[in-house]
């Protein structure tokens, strides 16, 4: 038997299990901060009046009414 074949072994396991540790450690921080980034945007959109309710502030109140055809 090689003990120092066996020592590697085990050491190389534990390295790979420390690299998996890691990298789902850095995964799910990723995932916090893109769900922190998409409720911000969600948060950011603006809230909107029905047209039928309140005319925008720069438009006459009679504009939108009508439709001007000509045959």
Do not use: F, H, W, Y
Request: cysteine-free.
């Amino acid at each position: 038997m090689d003990v120092t074949g066996i020592a590697n072994v085990a050491t190389s396991l534990a390295q790979v299990g420390t690299s998996q540790d890691v990298s789902i450690a850095v995964l799910k921080k990723a995932n916090e901060i893109q769900t922190q980034e998409a409720t911000a945007l969600i948060a950011a959109i603006p809230t909107t009046v029905p047209a039928s309710s309140a005319p925008a502030s720069n438009l006459p109140a009679n504009l939108g009414r009508n439709v001007n055809t000509t045959a």
